[in-house]
C-alpha cells in the first residue's frame, strides 16, 4: 500500500492527502518531521515533507505525487479529461504553490513561529504578492471553485494553500491581502470544506495543532 510520509500541519503534504481521500485511494500515512537527519535524507533528498513510499521506491514534491497518482489510477480522473481543462488545472496548481504560497512563504517565521522577518523582506513580499495576487485574481473563477462550478483537483491546493496568505498578511501587514483584492477566500474554504476530505483533513490538522500544544504545555 502507497504510504504518505510526513505530517498534518504541512499544507503540501495536506494537499496530496486531500486528492488521496477525494479519489478514494487507498494509503497508510506515515509520521514524519523535516530534517536534516541521514534517514531522512535516503528517502526525501532535501529532508522535506510530504514524500510517497511506493512499491517502485520513494517520490518527493507534492505536485510530482499528484502527477504520479493521476497516471497510476487514471480510473479515478483526478484530472479532467479533457486536455484543455486539464491544462488549465495545473496552470491554477502552479500559480497557487508558486506564485502565491511559496511567495507568502518567506512571511511564516513571523507571521506563525515567533520569528523575525527584516523590513527589506516585507517589502520585497509585499510587492511580488500585490503583482501575482493581481494575475491570480484574473484567472480564478471562485464559482464557488476556483474553476467555476465543477470541484477540481486545483481545489485539494487551493484549499490548503491560499487561506495562509490572507492569513500571514493580515498579521505581518496589518491588512488580508485577498480581501483587499475583492477575493473572498473564506467563502471559498468554506464551500470545499463542505466536501467530506477536506473535513478530514482539517479535523486531522487541527488535532495535530492541539496535540503540538499540550506538548508545549
Not at 117 to 133: C, N, P, Q, S, Y
Not at 159 to 164: D, K, W
Request: net charge neutral; glycine share 8%; proline share 4%.
Amino acid at each position: 500500500m502507497i504510504k504518505l510520509c510526513g505530517f498534518a500541519l504541512s499544507n503540501y503534504y495536506n494537499k496530496v492527502k486531500f486528492v488521496l481521500l477525494e479519489h478514494d485511494i487507498p494509503f497508510e500515512e506515515v509520521l514524519v518531521i523535516p530534517s536534516q537527519d541521514e534517514a531522512l535524507l535516503a528517502h526525501s533528498p532535501l529532508g522535506k515533507v510530504p514524500f510517497l513510499q511506493t512499491e517502485e521506491g520513494d517520490l518527493c514534491e507534492s505536485q510530482a505525487i499528484v502527477e504520479y497518482l493521476a497516471a497510476r489510477y487514471p480510473d479515478r480522473q483526478i484530472f479532467s479529461a479533457d486536455p484543455w481543462e486539464a491544462a488549465k488545472e495545473r496552470e491554477m496548481i502552479f500559480f497557487v504553490d508558486v506564485h502565491l504560497e511559496l511567495t507568502v512563504r518567506h512571511l511564516y517565521k513571523q507571521a506563525f513561529f515567533g520569528g523575525t522577518i527584516t523590513d527589506a523582506t516585507k517589502g520585497r513580499v509585499e510587492k511580488l504578492l500585490a503583482h501575482h495576487i493581481s494575475g491570480f485574481r484574473r484567472l480564478a473563477k471562485f464559482g464557488p471553485y476556483l474553476r467555476g462550478e465543477r470541484f477540481g483537483v486545483a481545489d485539494a491546493a487551493g484549499f490548503v494553500s491560499v487561506p495562509l496568505v490572507g492569513m500571514a498578511t493580515q498579521i505581518i501587514y496589518g491588512r488580508d491581502f485577498l480581501l483587499d483584492a475583492g477575493i473572498d477566500w473564506k467563502a471559498y474554504v468554506k464551500a470545499v470544506g463542505e466536501r467530506p476530505a477536506a473535513q478530514r483533513v482539517s479535523a486531522d490538522r487541527k488535532a495535530c495543532v492541539e496535540a503540538q500544544r499540550r506538548q508545549k504545555g
